[in-house]
């Protein structure tokens, strides 16, 4: 949409909802003069008009700014700069309400989500415990193997630093698929 056109629409829909001509020419002429001054400051044309927004929305303003009553516009026309100067936009869908069986179906869900996920929790923290604990214990082991041989105490410590990692990977595990869990209740998966 050009400027000429964007001035066209603005001053049929001031026709349209009865703004009288003198007042129709002077919100015409300001638009006119703030469209100059917009250009000096170094916008494009399809910027000031962007700026503007739709010609219907100006015209409702300046209605509703002089007391008249605001006429309702069942569907919206939107700008767009390629093809067509104004694509039709269906009217957005009413909300449906959730009944009742609907609502008790959503808690139920959500008290079962929950309770799985606070025992997912709970065995994961107690499994990360106990490999972590297991850990622990095969190191205090191998120590007593540093006198008989140090390659068998190389070796179970060794296998307690993997014990250790194994707990940690289970702990980063139960996290993320908390986190998960998480999402689920919340709906945002």
């Not at 949409?1 to 020419?25: A, H, I, Y």
């Not at 001054?37 to 008009?49: F, H, I, M, Q, S």
């Not at 707990?167 to 986190?179: D, Y």
Request: aromatic share 12%; with cysteine; glycine share 6%.
């Amino acid at each position: 949409m050009n400027k000429r056109s964007w001035f066209k629409q603005l001053d049929r829909e001031l026709s349209v909802r009865g703004t009288p001509k003198d007042e129709r020419k002077e919100v015409l002429n300001y638009y006119n003069e703030m469209y100059r001054d917009k250009l000096e400051d170094g916008l494009t044309e399809r910027e000031v008009l962007r700026e503007f927004g739709f010609p219907e929305d100006v015209a409702d303003s300046v209605n509703y700014e002089d007391g008249r009553k605001r006429q309702r516009i069942v569907y919206r026309e939107e700008y767009h700069d390629y093809d067509r100067d104004y694509e039709v936009r269906e009217k957005p869908r009413k909300k449906r309400r959730r009944g009742f069986l609907a609502t008790i179906l959503k808690l139920i869900f959500s008290i079962v989500f929950g309770i799985a996920l606070i025992a997912l929790s709970i065995m994961f923290f107690i499994a990360h415990i106990a490999v972590i604990l297991a850990g622990i214990a095969v190191m205090i082991v191998s120590f007593t193997l540093i006198t008989q041989s140090i390659s068998a105490f190389l070796m179970v410590i060794g296998a307690g630093f993997v014990v250790l990692a194994v707990g940690e990977l289970i702990h980063l595990f139960g996290h993320l698929s908390c986190k998960c869990f998480k999402r689920l209740v919340k709906g945002r998966a």
